[in-house]
């Protein structure tokens, strides 16, 4: 069974593949209303200390799989 996450939750995990500083620390997803959105954050410093920057957009397209590539 598939895990469905419930309206006005999310997840963030390290983000392993982050190609430039600007890319994102900690990626993951985020049901709001009933429409899953991606959910991006920054481990950011400032005056009173260490932070979270975060950012909701829509979901990514979905890329596809090595076996669905005709080469």
Same mark, same amino acid.
């Given at each position: 069974? #598939? *895990?469905?996450?419930k @309206?006005n939750t999310g997840?963030?995990? +390290?983000? !392993?593949? &982050? $190609?430039? =500083? $600007?890319s994102? @620390? *900690?990626?993951g997803s985020i049901?709001i @209303?009933?429409s =899953?959105k +991606?959910l991006? #954050?920054?481990?950011? =410093?400032g005056? &009173?200390?260490?932070y979270?920057s975060?950012?909701?957009?829509d /979901? %990514? /397209?979905r890329? $596809? +799989?090595? !076996? @669905? %590539?005709?080469?």
């Amino acid at each position: 069974m #598939a *895990y469905t996450p419930k @309206d006005n939750t999310g997840s963030l995990f +390290r983000n !392993e593949q &982050k $190609k430039n =500083e $600007k890319s994102p @620390d *900690y990626t993951g997803s985020i049901m709001i @209303d009933g429409s =899953e959105k +991606r959910l991006s #954050a920054w481990l950011k =410093e400032g005056k &009173k200390g260490k932070y979270l920057s975060l950012q909701i957009s829509d /979901p %990514m /397209p979905r890329q $596809k +799989r090595d !076996e @669905d %590539m005709p080469f």
